[in-house]
């Protein structure tokens, strides 16, 4: 009975906890998107204020010009038009002179002279519209009336500046004033969350020391460690995928596992992210609240909320939406709107929705994808879609992200990519990465520590080098003597 009463209190300070750190995460991420807004709002009126202006210069800018060049500004456009107009009649003409010709080649002399008059035709009614047209707009003012109209011209000009850059430093103070005010009361609202949140921790920290089985686990796991592999089994049938499997990964580093098509690579990702349940030995894991826990006891749905993501061998967008909207599905564990809010489409859920909006606008623009945001994945190269699929990962705020053979099919550009794409993301998002891969030159290029598997069973585990010259490794991949 006490044991399940610890467990409740956990269990329900673990999901307190979760909340506060939401609330604390939303009031820092909104504050840019006000700024963002503020800035836009400025930014419309301005524009709307240059329109008017320059519709207010236009007239008097018109009568700065000698005659030449202001007839030549006011028909260059009609003209442009009249000549795509009559270039196309003259082509119907060319055409209808082939397909005559064609018809009777004995006639083809007649046919010409026909063409010519025609064309001869078309071109004299060119040139008389063009005339038209430069007679409508021809004008004959003296150079003095020029001068005085220029010297109209930039007082005015002079007036409508200064009253823009009157308008933009009124509105560049306004919106300063009022995100100030946003920031001072927001923050208000953090501190005491942040203080309720150490409180939260402290107690949780408290309930674990009481919990038997907590000491248990934390043996399991080094201070620096983020996965432990114990004795992990897993039969199919008479087979057995993995077997008796032992290794552990650090906190911040890439780790990789390799072996020969069939060892067991990704049966060992199916065990730890709950797709399959293994047969024997436990899986433990720091989650985001320094918790460590056996991924034995959780539901495949409920290993996301630890920290976890994975990517898959094939790639596994979603076709029918840009990639903006695929970034987005991947955020929908982060949604905290409850089901009236977005029945509603509250204000809250807007909010919400701008947050996340903003994030994977940010993710894109790290890693060098924002110029596919508006793209379909449908005929984007695949090295495209794979980081595309390596950034949505990044939507869960992830603190251990597994990769499934992230550079199968990839060129050698893409793969170099992939790599950098790789090393940015542990160094700038603070994730630990665990990937299984064929391509050794990847593996060994980006890997801190390689674990080499065959038939399940473990073969070797240490650095690139170590891994290189391992006689059982080479045995593996190249055979015996």
Sequence with gaps: MAKMWIRLKKTLLVRHINRLEYRVQFNESYLPIIKERLDQRTEKKLKRLKQKHQRLLLPLELA????DAYQEVMTADQIKRLEDAYAWKKRAVRQSHARAVKRNPDDEKK?????????????????NKKQTLLDKHQRHLEQAVIEANRAAYEAKKAEL???YQQLQTRLETQDEDRFKRISEKRLKKIEPLNELLETKRAQLLKVLA???????????????DVLGIENLTMKFGGLKAVDDLTFNVREGEIFGLIGPNGAGKTTVFNCITQFHRPNAGNMYYRNVNREVVSLNAFKVH???????VRTFQNVELIWELSILDNMLVGAHSLYNAGFFTQLLHLNKLKREEAVIHAKAI?????????????????????GVLKRIELARTLMTQPNLIILDEPAAGLNDLETRALAET??????????????????????MEVCDTICAINFGKKLAI?????????KLVQEAYLGGE
């Design 64 to 67: 700065t010009l000698d005659d």
């Design 111 to 127: 046919a010409d002279v026909k063409r010519d008059a025609r064309l001869k035709q078309l071109e004299e009614a060119l040139d």
């Design 161 to 163: 500046t200064a009253q």
């Design 210 to 224: 009481e919990d038997p089985d907590t000491e248990q686990r934390l043996d399991k796991l080094d201070e620096k």
């Design 302 to 308: 409920d290993v996301i909320k630890q920290g976890i």
């Design 362 to 382: 940010k993710i894109l623009t790290d890693l060098d994808l924002i110029m596919y945001k508006d793209h379909h994945p449908i005929g984007l190269p695949y």
């Design 422 to 443: 790789l090393r940015k993301i542990r160094e700038e998002y603070a994730c630990t990465i665990f990937l299984v891969e064929h391509d050794m030159q990847l593996v």
């Design 462 to 470: 240490g650095t690139p080098r170590q891994i290189k010259s391992n």
